[in-house]
């Protein structure tokens, strides 16, 4: 079964992330969404510039939905020092 993804664009202190959301993965109350940069550079949510995340449809819906929801995850994130992958 196809599911239906939506596709938002962000742009959070001048990086362009791209956020793929599914209100009902798997036809239930749990959703799915994807942040991902375009050039897959790490920010503060992600260090491969790439998160996937499942959680329940109302947590986003109650954030003001999927933008919202990204842009207060990222900034909760953010200590303002840069985003390096881990050597480790």
Not at 20 to 42: F, Y
């Given at each position: ?10 742009d ?13 993965w ?63």
């Amino acid at each position: 079964m196809a599911e239906e993804y939506e596709e938002l664009q962000i742009d959070w202190r001048g990086q362009e992330i791209t956020a793929r959301w599914c209100p009902q993965w798997l036809g239930g109350d749990t959703a799915h969404l994807e942040i991902v940069t375009a050039d897959r550079s790490p920010h503060p949510i992600s260090e491969t510039g790439y998160r996937s995340h499942f959680c329940p449809r109302e947590l986003v819906e109650d954030a003001g939905g999927p933008v919202a929801f990204v842009m207060a995850w990222l900034e909760t994130k953010d200590d303002g020092k840069p985003v390096q992958l881990s050597l480790i």
